[in-house]
Nanobody, 122 residues
Framework: VQLQASGGGLVQAGGSMRLSCSAS????????MNWFRQPPGTEREFVAA????????YYAESVKGRFTISRGNAKNTVYLQMNNLNPDDTAVYYC????????????????WGQGTLVTVSS
């Protein structure tokens, strides 16, 4: 499975943006799809997770109430809707998948898309 992330760009503080992560094949063999981000000069951090088996979602405290992770009708795409963005959300955003588990650690994920840069101006 290969992942393709898209949708990044420049947005003003308070604005919204939607990221997409498309899998190259049916996601039936995938257990979870996550979004992580890596702000400049820092380590990669968890943003949101989607359990593809039961449809449950999980969020980092820093984005809870502002970001929504969802699955598209095509089933092979996961979205990250980001609202009320602030400059602290500036980062390269990555989607990742795991066939067996769902965790918040990027070290547990072995299928990664390329990053997409989100820049939030103040």
């Amino acid at each position: 499975v290969q992942l393709q992330a898209s949708g990044g760009g420049l947005v003003q503080a308070g604005g919204s943006m939607r990221l997409s992560c498309s899998a190259s094949q049916d996601t039936a063999s995938i257990y979870s799809m996550n979004w992580f981000r890596q702000p400049p000069g820092t380590e990669r951090e968890f943003v949101a997770a989607f359990n593809l088996v039961v449809g449950s979602t999980y969020y980092a405290e820093s984005v809870k109430g502002r970001f929504t992770i969802s699955r598209g009708n095509a089933k092979n795409t996961v979205y990250l809707q980001m609202n009320n963005l602030n400059p602290d959300d500036t980062a390269v955003y990555y989607c990742a998948a795991n066939r067996h588990i769902l965790t918040s650690s990027p070290n547990d994920y072995d299928i990664w898309g390329q990053g997409t840069l989100v820049t939030v101006s103040s």
